[in-house]
């Protein structure tokens, strides 16, 4: 059974999707802050679709591109600190606006926590 486009996914779900254990996304989750999933009971992780454009776009850049995690943490970044959550070219979310807002919304929520 497939999920709707727009569906949060659960960390087995996203990590499928991406061919990665899962473990790997939770590495990402301590090195990149703009990936922030939902945290349920029993610290189930649910990935809003900007997470999931994010998890791709930085599976992109590590796996496909070369990246090394401090790079791909820096390309992530522009220079006025507003993380970028635009995912790989291919395959683009039906609302790149909403995507990119919601990464925005994350970035702005981590800098006021610190």
Do not use: C
């Amino acid at each position: 059974m497939k999920k709707a486009e727009g569906a949060f996914l659960t960390i087995s779900e996203l990590a499928g999707q991406l061919g990665l254990p899962q473990h790997i996304l939770r590495y990402w989750e301590t090195r990149f802050p703009q990936l922030r999933p939902l945290q349920r009971s029993g610290n189930r992780r649910y990935y809003r679709p900007g997470d999931v454009a994010l998890a791709q776009r930085i599976h992109h850049l590590l796996h496909v591109e070369g990246f090394t995690v401090k790079g791909a943490q820096k390309a992530l970044t522009e220079g006025d600190g507003v993380a970028v959550t635009v995912p790989a070219a291919a395959d683009p979310p039906a609302d790149d606006l909403v995507v990119r807002l919601e990464g925005i919304r994350a970035a702005l929520a981590a800098a006021l926590k610190n």
